[in-house]
């Protein structure tokens, strides 16, 4: 492996092109976990408890025509059902090396560089592997816009219709809609829904001039969520710009962006240890001449409820094939 560290000269006599150094160390815009916060942990689960968890659930009972019994009539018996899914946990992580040299002679600590580096790209990868849940087929129930008021349904977890139209203020209502008395999904937070949109999503709901602003329905006492911008039909809508997690440029003429719309208990998560940074400041021994700074943890993510059924299905997708 190449050293981490190295001076090179621009001239061999003469004066140094650069007369000085900037005494503020420039550094890339920091990313912010946008999905994370949205999964629900799995209390049941911790160490020495294998590399999966099962979740079991019942069935709800189907709804009677009618429940009057007659006085010579037995009550009639409903099947009690079971459903089930899991989640495997994984080892995440990176790391950065450098050497003794380098902390040494450079005017910037390349330990609290490579930190700061690396706290931004297990952001990164750890809301792209949650993104992944409430977009996989996992999630089953599609909407995909076709006009500027309406759209397909897909439930199998496969969008098989292109998108013709970005997200309007007409589709967020039907989307509500179809939660709250086709799926009845319960609320994520008190009576709204959360939703994470694409940044080309929310341009579509921006033009339709329908964004109630967060002030207007938050009451004292209540959060604002990260990248919140305000909310539309009973939506808490957030912005996010990681074209890794929500696509820009989906359907016909890329015309959609991406989003995501859900109630509770939509992705799960277990976890041995949290993602965090770990120093080893005699990397590969050496004499103390090297040093390395990882990121680590052991997780994993996953649809708590992956149906399309009633009082099942948490999450709609607004996507497209």
Known sequence: MPDTFTWTYDAESGVWKNHALSGELLTVAARKWKFMPFTKKIKDFGK??????TLV?????????????EEETRIPVDPLTMGSTSITI?????????????QQLSKFDPEQAAQKALIDQMNQAMDVEAAGCFTGTSAKVC????????????????????ATSNITKHHMGVIRDY?????????????????????????????????????????????????????????RVVEVNNVSALSSSVGTG??????????????????????????????????????AVAWYGTIGFGVIWPTATDREAKIVRVCSS
Do not use: C
């Not at 397909?152 to 977890?157: L, P, S």
């Open 254 to 291: 890329s015309v959609l962006g991406e989003a995501v719309i859900f109630g509770d208990d939509a992705v799960g998560r277990i976890e041995i240890e949290a993602p965090h940074l770990r120093a080893q400041p005699n990397y590969k021994a050496d004499f103390g001449r090297r040093g």
């Open 179 to 235: 939660m709250m008395k086709d799926l009845h999904v319960p609320p994520y937070q008190g009576d709204h829904f959360a939703g994470l949109f694409s940044t080309k999503a929310l341009r579509g709901l921006k033009e339709d001039r329908v964004i109630e602003a967060w002030h207007m329905y938050l009451r004292k006492g209540d959060l604002i969520w990260n990248g919140e911008i305000g909310q539309v039909e009973s939506i």
């Open 57 to 69: 659930h019942y069935k709800p009972l189907s709804d009677p025509t009618s429940s009057r019994l």
């Open 90 to 102: 994984y080892e995440h992580g990176r790391a950065v090396e450098y050497t003794s040299l380098a």
């Open 143 to 162: 909407f995909i816009p076709t006009s500027l008021t309406g759209g397909t349904w897909d439930t199998d977890g496969t969008p098989s219709t292109a």
């Open 48 to 53: 020495g408890m294998g590399q999966s968890i």
